[in-house]
């Protein structure tokens, strides 16, 4: 059976990024949960940070393996979320157990947004903008479009993208969890 879930949109303006994620998770033709929580935040990272966001598209357990895996990284290069991404992304591909999860994550703090892939990749998208999941495409190109054309913060762009989302993709719904930095 396939197992579709979830749209994760990050939007980044001047000296704010948002992550918005909605709560379907589908399995097959049922939605087998609505108001699951994708997105999360990492805080208590030392003095100065604002914290990570995080969002995850996938296998739950999987996602959350790399979750618990990227905070141990994380706490290593506290400051630098970039090699932290790196070090995951590489454990993630060269660890047995580890390269048979299927998540994408995206990441996220005060100065970078990446997405990271089981197949290595750690990509920083060049319009600060990175949509991960079943209904990506429909988020991304509103963000993309909401972010060229209005003034509204990441966070009102995030929430209207996966509204906007949640109308084309039957796989994403309106229980939106965001968080901002």
Known sequence: MILRATTIISVRRD???AIAGDGQVSLGDTIAKANAVKVRRIENLGAGRRGVLTGFAGGAADAFALLERFETTLESTPTNLMKAAIELARQWRTDRALRRLEALLVVADATTTLMLS????????ADGICGIGSGSTPALAA?????????????AICRKSLE???????????SITLETL
């Open 143 to 155: 963000a993309r479009a909401l972010l060229a054309e209005t003034e509204m913060d990441p966070t």
């Open 164 to 174: 906007i989302a949640a109308d084309i993709c039957v796989y994403t719904n309106q």
């Open 15 to 17: 000296d704010s990024v």
């Open 118 to 125: 089981g197949q290595g990749d750690v990509i920083e998208p």
